[in-house]
């Protein structure tokens, strides 16, 4: 089994299934320095390898879940080239780099659950606009704050919010940088549900977790990866791949006990996913 690593910016456990990874620098805002970007995929390359992780929750301590990124992490490391061509480059690729860190988060094998609460600001939108799902406290607020700083968001929002929202809100949000309250967010599509205080935004997000990770964690997958090819290809194309994949996973033996369960009388128990591991990876 995976050891879990240890971590700075969070807080990381693992229980029936269930993982939670939670920001965990509350007099710091929770802010996103460049350890947050290098503990965070350290997280999530172990939660994958181990292979009994079902479902993973994302959430924070404090008044806000996150400030969003520090300005320590809008540059790489090393001497600033003189050439603008070269410079252009390294920004380039280091941007990249900071962007893989919330698509891995698309990319898991199981989903993700943001769980917020007070601000939510600049890369913490980002962070959550590549979760599967969204809940927040009722004091939580979104605010797209590139904008308010003389920059385009550039860390997946412009990509992925304008798939969750309406397309005008949306525009407005990213041109305004205007502060979206609870409510709105729930109104918008946003945000799944919005709870009162923190104690029952977490048992609350925990339920929806623990109810995942009864499942067949290999339909879930299933289910996710081909939720989010539809999502970027055609009707078409998203049932072409979708019978390529059922092809393929669906030879195993959930099917049978789900139906031997049912016959039972009695919840079905299926099986973790292989730890990647195990596959050389």
Sequence with gaps: MTELPTLSRFTLTVDAGVAELTLSV???LNRMPPAFWEELPAALEALEARGDVRVLIIASTGKHFTAGMDVSAFD??????TDRGHAGERSRRHLLKLQDVFSRLERARFPVIAATQGGCVGGGVDLIAAC???????DAFFVIQEINIGLAADVGTLQRLPKLIPAGLMRELAYTGRRMFAEEAKA???VNAVFEDQETLLSEVRKIAR???????LAIHSSKEIMNYARDHTLEDALRYQAVWMGALTQGGELAEAFRAQRAGEAPSFKDLPPLEAQGK
């Design 132 to 138: 599967d799902m969204r809940y927040c406290r009722a």
């Design 26 to 28: 509350p007099e710091e």
């Design 188 to 190: 918008s599509g946003l």
């Design 76 to 81: 790489g490391s090393g001497a600033t080239p």
């Design 211 to 217: 109810s995942i990770a009864e499942k067949s964690p």
